[in-house]
């Protein structure tokens, strides 16, 4: 019989984190964590990492696993997350990974192809200019560079242009020529749960977490960690808005409101990505209805 890793996930602040704790103890296993920024150990209010409380509930891979000076991409999320599932099936029959971050989602599931090493140099160029130029500099570069990618890939998305800009500057081919669409065959079964809310009550949550956030110390968390600013790492919605703030180009009140819009932006973009997946089953975040679903999937 083949394990089954769980997989939970959905837009930011829809309750991912909580839920997937209950679930993990349901079963009496671990989590592996499947969100870009919170495996940065300097990283926490602003990602939304699971208190130490919640860490000591259930314990939790790719959690304060890196060092923002460290590389992360999907494909090294897909090395880690296969070495860590192998070790959790090896005490358990089942895992349970949790996180809205859609291109490890699709590693850890499909496979990622290989990708060229980057030239460190022009990932820092193209950083730099994004930091003082903006988004709409970064589309205009991918639209010229990789007009392939342009028509069709995430172009909201800052991460995924610098990714495609960096690729095609290094390679001199187009991100796209690296998509083969040939899915690795995984020996385990994955449940894909995703979780949604009327847009109302979601975008309630966000503006609240945001107001949370500011009200446990994210702008003194953000103010550490200005000598670190260019790190691909800290390209974030959270910590972005802030720097505008301390370098005086926005007020306070406007960077929060910011951090907000582009929450909610971000959320419709996670969600735009995983209703393509016709294999996820959606539920409301009730660990309850999830469960059900989960347990029939496991008959």
Known sequence: ?????????????????ALAIKVAQYFSTEIISCDSRQCFKELNIGVAKPTTAELELVYHHFINSHFIQQPISAAVFEQYALEKISTIFAAYDIAVMVGGTGLYVKAFCEGMDEVPAIDPSIRQAIIDNYSSNGIDWLKEQVKNQDEAYYAIGEILNPQRL?????????????????????????????????????????????????????????????SKLVPFKSL????????????????????LEEAIAQIKINTRQYAKR??????????????????EDVIAVVKKQLQ
Not at 1 to 17: Q, R
Not at 206 to 215: P, T
Not at 270 to 287: I, S, Y
């Open 1 to 17: 019989m083949k394990k089954n890793c769980i997989l939970i996930t959905g837009p930011t602040a829809i309750g991912k984190t």
């Open 162 to 222: 610098m990714r495609a800009l960096e690729v095609v500057q290094s390679t001199g081919k187009s991100l796209l020529d690296f998509h083969t669409n040939r899915k690795k065959k995984r020996d385990f079964n994955v449940i894909k749960i995703g979780l949604e809310l009327p847009r109302p009550q979601l975008i309630e949550r966000i503006n609240n977490r945001v107001d949370n956030m500011m009200q446990d110390g994210l702008l003194e968390e953000v």
């Open 232 to 251: 691909n790492a800290l390209q974030t919605v959270g910590y972005q808005e802030i720097f505008a703030h301390l370098q005086g180009q926005v007020t």
């Open 270 to 287: 996670q969600m735009t990505w995983f209703k393509k997946d016709e294999a996820v089953q959606w539920c409301n975040p009730e660990f």
